[in-house]
């Protein structure tokens, strides 16, 4: 019986070695998969504050201010601040090329004014000269070259500015007003870091150039009516940020729904 059990147990000690030997040194460890490279296609939004400066000028061809003021034209140097928004999509190539739109709209308190001598008036009498722009609107295209986590780029498109005139006398003599939609264009330069998967952190410069437009001035006092050239550039340093959404990311739906 002891010859018995001992020969069983010399077969069961074999039989586990030979197991032991197919399975070889040990299982190998299961590696996470490497996270997907970093890539900039996708949409965004975010939201932006910039400071800005500019230049408006106004010239009176119709002489519809210059006989009670004796002047023909006046310029305003501007400046303030902006803050507003931005949305749009971009996709990268593998070279790394990116390319995309944008749209972008700011408001603020961006503006200027400038005093002149009118003596034809009364001796020491002063007229002044005022401009606000209340609304900065942009639809631009990008292009740009990514290494990893920055995006160099610069961009370019067509502009809109809400724009309020002003010019009136301290003498209550007359106190003309101004309003318009200006369109222009608009081209700038930036650079973005994405931080996070889905942050991004931007430095950009834009300049806005709305050329010379008519724009009807009305007296408030005697109700006389004429156009005034005015002649507007707008320069702005823009500081972002934004939260990205991933090409073919699945969308994010509530528990419960």
């Known amino acids: 019986m002891k010859v018995i059990l001992s020969a069983g147990a010399v077969f069961s000690l074999f039989t586990?070695?030979?197991?032991?030997?197919?399975?070889?040194?040990?299982?190998?460890?299961?590696?996470?998969?490497a996270p997907p490279p970093f890539t900039w296609s996708g949409c965004y939004a975010g939201v932006q504050a910039g400071g800005a400066f500019g230049q408006t000028g106004l010239t009176d061809t119709a002489l519809i201010i210059a006989p009670f003021t004796g002047?023909?034209?006046?310029?305003?140097?501007?400046?303030g601040y902006t803050l507003g928004g931005q949305i749009g999509c971009d996709y990268q190539f593998t070279s790394g090329w990116v390319l995309g739109i944008e749209g972008?709209?700011?408001?603020g308190n961006l503006g200027g004014s400038t005093n002149f001598p009118v003596p034809t008036v009364a001796p020491?009498?002063?007229?002044?000269?005022k401009e606000a722009t209340d609304l900065l609107t942009s639809v631009t295209g990008r292009v740009g070259y990514a290494w990893d986590h920055w995006l160099l780029y610069g961009k370019g498109g067509v502009a809109w500015a809400g724009n309020r005139y002003s010019a009136f006398d301290t003498a209550i003599t007359y106190d003309f007003e101004g309003l318009e939609t200006r369109f222009g264009w608009t081209a700038g330069i930036g650079i973005e870091w994405a931080f996070l998967s889905d942050w991004s952190l931007r430095?950009?410069?834009d300049y806005y150039g709305f050329g010379t437009r008519s724009v009807t001035f009305i007296d408030n006092i005697t109700g006389n009516v004429g156009p005034e050239n005015i002649n507007q550039t707008i320069q702005v340093v823009k500081l972002g940020?934004?939260?990205?959404?991933?090409?073919?990311?699945a969308p994010v739906v509530p528990l419960g729904w």
């Open 104 to 107: 972008g709209a700011a408001g």
């Open 241 to 249: 940020v934004n939260f990205h959404v991933p090409a073919g990311a």
């Open 203 to 205: 430095l950009e410069y």
């Open 16 to 33: 586990v070695s030979a197991f032991a030997a197919d399975l070889g040194p040990g299982l190998p460890a299961k590696v996470p998969p």
């Open 71 to 79: 002047f023909t034209s006046a310029s305003v140097g501007m400046s």
């Open 124 to 129: 020491g009498d002063v007229a002044t000269f």
